[in-house]
């Protein structure tokens, strides 16, 4: 239908899951005629999925629980829920125990629980979703209804960064790497040992085709660091990979769906 309405040829490759994602890449090489960009980002996805699966192989059981809260009205508490019927909590689902139910909703708008329940769970983390006056960051900092909770008495409750799309995956895509490079290295430090920074730096440099200065990532990741921290990791290990340095080549314009919708223009015969 967009084809026949735009005039463009039209093609839609999915990244529904995780694992589809380094695939994605070289499909779209193939249909853009781009296979080296192409290759340079499924080699990195399936790099960094693979150094993930390394790390919560040796994480096993001792996953810290959280909650991802999407939104807070009074008593009630939209979070994402866990299972196989929700994109956007598939990368939580992973590195983390959701103790949210098995979600109802596949939508990012979440399901509804009450502060009663939320009481009850007591997590070791509550990331919260990003919002342009950060309403529900500030909603559990400083009600008296969240002071009980464990993780806000430790200072781990986190907004989850937003630019150019949410890192928790609004849209599920690709862009939900960036969660787990965050959250992994937050929650797991000694094993996923690296420096946030310069991580994100790579990615958006790779993927978004910009180069973040150090003002640009204290402003994209204002309320996702722990007090007094200006980046993680150790010292002498960055982290960064063989990709930060290679020239990237345009490649397309994404469109958010349940996975990528990419506009293809042909070249001119």
């Given amino acids: 239908m967009l084809q026949a309405q735009t005039g463009v040829n039209f093609a839609f490759v999915t990244q529904n899951n995780l694992s589809d994602i380094p695939g994605s890449y070289l499909t779209l090489g193939e249909l853009l005629s781009e296979e080296e960009q192409c290759e340079k980002l499924s080699t990195y996805t399936s ?6 699966a390394a790390g919560m192989n040796e994480i096993g059981d001792n996953r810290k629980s959280m909650i991802y809260v999407v939104s807070v009205d009074g008593n009630s508490v939209y979070l994402i829920g866990s299972g196989e019927n929700s994109y956007h909590g598939e990368v939580i689902n992973y590195i983390s ?25 007591n997590p070791d983390y509550i990331i919260v979703a990003y919002d342009d006056e950060h309403e529900y960051y500030d909603a559990i900092m400083n009600s008296a209804d969240w002071q009980s909770l464990r993780a806000v008495q430790d200072g ?60 640009d990532l204290s402003k994209l990741m204002e309320y996702a660091k ?10 002498t290990s960055t982290g960064t990979s ?3 340095n290679q020239s990237p080549a345009p490649l397309f314009a994404l469109m958010a769906g349940l996975g990528v919708a990419v506009l293809i223009k042909r070249r001119s015969q």
Avoid at 103 to 118: K, N, P, R
Avoid at 187 to 199: A, H, I, M, S
Avoid at 226 to 235: E, I, V
């Fill in 242 to 244: 063989a990709y930060a």
């Fill in 156 to 215: 781990n409750v986190y907004e989850a960064p937003y630019g150019p799309y949410s890192w928790m995956g609004g849209p599920p895509s690709v862009n939900r790497l960036l969660s787990m490079i965050w959250l992994g290295n937050l929650y797991y430090p000694d094993v996923f040992d690296y420096n946030v920074d310069d991580r994100v730096k790579e990615y958006y440099s790779l993927f978004y085709h910009y180069d973040l200065t150090d003002d």
């Fill in 47 to 52: 790099d960094l999925l693979s150094e993930f």
């Fill in 226 to 235: 722990p007090a007094g921290a200006s980046s993680q990791g150790s010292a």
């Fill in 97 to 121: 125990d959701n103790l949210a139910n098995e979600a109802v909703t596949a939508s990012g708008m979440g399901d509804e629980y009450t502060m009663e329940d939320i009481l009850q769970m």
